[in-house]
């Protein structure tokens, strides 16, 4: 159940890695229509979510993401 675990855990940071690295402004759109959808957002986008930094902060977390993988694979690995 450990291995199996581990293995599943690993391939979903795999791509959460690849998509917050690759696809940043597509992650983005689709958070900000989340939080229009659920009525979070009343009189349009926030100002952070318009400047280059939000970008760089999903590609961290995707770089994260790739670097939990490999912690994971190695403990498969192992």
């Keep these: ?7 599943v855990m690993a391939f979903f940071f795999l791509v959460a890695g690849i998509v917050c690295i690759q696809r ?4 983005l759109a689709w ?5 229009s959808r659920a009525g979070l957002l009343q009189e349009g986008p926030p100002s952070w979510t318009q400047g280059p930094g939000i ?11 790739l670097l939990n993988f490999t912690m994971h694979l190695a403990y498969l690995v192992r």
């Design 55 to 65: 970008l760089l902060f999903i590609r961290i977390l995707g770089f994260l993401s």
């Design 24 to 27: 940043p402004r597509q992650l």
């Design 1 to 7: 159940m450990d291995f199996a675990l581990n293995a």
């Design 31 to 35: 958070l900000l229509a989340y939080f």
